[in-house]
């Protein structure tokens, strides 16, 4: 059965800089997707970056990279040059067919 | 890109009532439908899977009698909570997948939903 493990329940971050967001899971198909999402109060699932478990390179979409680390399974996610806007909730998710999600990290952006 | 349709946003019913949930694929077709439940706070805990024209497959200690899914086509899917009670108030969220299971999952925005 598939796990999915977000330690952080809440973090914070100043204006401008780096965070990471950590995300652990367990699998025993070798075949996964890995994934990040943002929530914002209104409820929406916004789609924030994927990793296929055979994918070679770390993905990155814009000021978002996911630091998949296959041997630890750990897939963290990299906010840089956090912006208010980034304040949410944030999941991390994995499928082998259906897609599961961790508890989340609340983040807020410090002006 | 794709999207998913979800409809209505926001209810509120009376106990003892049903309410009935769509999710429209509206530029693709959705073989497989997913259902999540999210309480205050809390993450999105699957309901229930179901795949066009099949029965659903629902997780263990959800009622299938309580929340009927239906799929019958590959663009709509619906979800109906029968006889709600206060304590199915939650937020209620599809997400739809297409050929392919690792990437293209599509949700929908939502439904909140209060009994009184």
């Known amino acids: 059965a598939q796990k999915i493990t977000q330690t952080q329940p809440g973090m914070f971050v100043q204006e401008k800089e780096a965070v990471t967001l950590d995300c652990t899971y367990d699998?025993?198909?070798?075949?996964?997707?890995l994934f990040w999402y943002k929530q914002p109060s209104s409820g929406e699932m916004i789609f924030l970056i994927y990793q296929g478990s055979y994918d070679q390179q770390n993905a990155t979409e814009g000021r978002y990279s996911l630091n998949f680390q296959k041997a630890r399974k750990s897939a963290n996610l990299v906010i840089s040059a956090s912006q208010l806007g980034d304040s949410a909730m944030y999941f991390c998710a994995m499928s082998d067919y259906d897609m599961r999600f961790g508890a989340g990290t609340r983040l807020t952006v410090k002006p | 890109g794709a999207v998913v349709s979800q409809h209505p946003s926001r209810v509120i019913c009376k106990s003892g009532t049903s309410v009935k949930i769509e999710c429209r694929s509206l530029d693709f077709q959705a073989t497989t439908m997913f259902w999540y439940r999210q309480f205050p706070k809390q993450s999105l805990m699957l309901m229930a899977t179901?795949?066009?024209?099949?029965?659903?497959?629902?997780e263990q200690g959800v009622e299938k009698d309580k929340f009927l899914i239906n799929h019958a086509s590959l663009t709509l899917s619906t979800l109906t909570v029968t006889s709600a009670h206060p304590e199915d108030s939650s937020f209620y969220i599809c997400?739809?997948?297409?050929?392919?299971?690792?990437?293209?999952?599509?949700f929908g925005s939502g439904t909140r939903l209060t009994v009184v």
């Open positions: 997400s739809a997948t297409g050929t392919g299971h690792h990437y293209g999952y599509t």
């Open positions: 699998t025993s198909d070798p075949s996964y997707g």
């Open positions: 179901s795949n066009e024209g099949s029965k659903a497959t629902y």
